[in-house]
T-cell receptor, first 110, second 116 residues
Framework: GIQVEQSPPDLILQEGANSTLRCNFS?????LQWFHQNPWGQLINLFY?????KQNGRLSATTVATERYSLLYISSSQTTDSGVYFC????????????WGAGTKLIIKP | NAGVTQTPKFQVLKTGQSMTLQCAQD?????MSWYRQDPGMGLRLIHY???????DQGEVPNGYNVSRSTTEDFPLRLLSAAPSQTSVYFC???????????????FGEGSRLTVL
């Protein structure tokens, strides 16, 4: 089955720094989503982005489907950005099941 | 707009007891699903549904039952609780985007279950 790999596994930054999180996938996908799980456990959908680029405030995401990767950019990090960032994909034969990456744990220090 | 609502938020059970985790969404989503998340781990799919009357198994279905009698509700039943079922459970929903995909996935706040 498809492999979804996220990097780096852990990232510690100072407030105000920029960061890039990567999601590689080993097969074609028909959708890709980025999620943020905050330190209290709440899961928030950040982007639904099977291809192209989207921006939402300080966050933006780019998926290059032909090269099988997606990037999540966080600019001017704030402490509230801390948590775990997951990407998840649906493939053409996964029958609605999202295949999840292991996540990137981000800690923003004040 | 309530979104996805899960109850209860916390529950403690004894081994062998049964219980139902409730999930309701008010977005008219066809797709609903249940995940479990163990400490420090990612999400694992338990069961999902693509519409009323239709359910299917995910990655870890053993010990759990689901039903989907309405579009809005998707309860998860633990038949005979075991300590291995201690976890945080998340319900999620989305639109379907054709025959093979789901749209943007919205999560409930989670239900923390402890089985003694």
């Amino acid at each position: 089955g498809i492999q979804v790999e996220q990097s780096p596994p852990d990232l510690i930054l100072q407030e105000g720094a920029n960061s890039t999180l990567r999601c590689n996938f080993s097969d074609s996908v028909n959708n890709l989503q980025w999620f943020h799980q905050n330190p209290w456990g709440q899961l928030i959908n950040l982007f639904y982005i099977p291809s192209g680029t989207k921006q939402n405030g300080r966050l933006s995401a780019t998926t290059v489907a032909t090269e099988r990767y997606s990037l999540l950019y966080i600019s001017s990090s704030q402490t509230t950005d801390s948590g775990v960032y997951f990407c998840a994909v649906v493939t053409f034969d996964s029958n609605y099941q999202l295949i999840w990456g292991a996540g990137t744990k981000l800690i923003i220090k004040p | 707009n309530a979104g996805v609502t899960q109850t209860p938020k916390f529950q403690v059970l004894k081994t062998g007891q049964s219980m139902t985790l409730q999930c309701a969404q008010d977005m008219n989503h066809e797709y609903m699903s249940w995940y479990r998340q163990d400490p420090g781990m990612g999400l694992r799919l338990i069961h999902y549904s693509v519409g009323a009357g239709i359910t299917d198994q995910g990655e870890v279905p053993n010990g759990y039952n689901v039903s989907r009698s309405t579009t809005e509700d998707f309860p998860l039943r633990l038949l005979s609780a075991a300590p291995s079922q201690t976890s945080v459970y998340f319900c999620a929903s989305s639109y379907r985007t054709g025959s093979l995909g789901t749209g943007e996935l919205f999560f409930g706040e989670g239900s923390r279950l402890t089985v003694l």
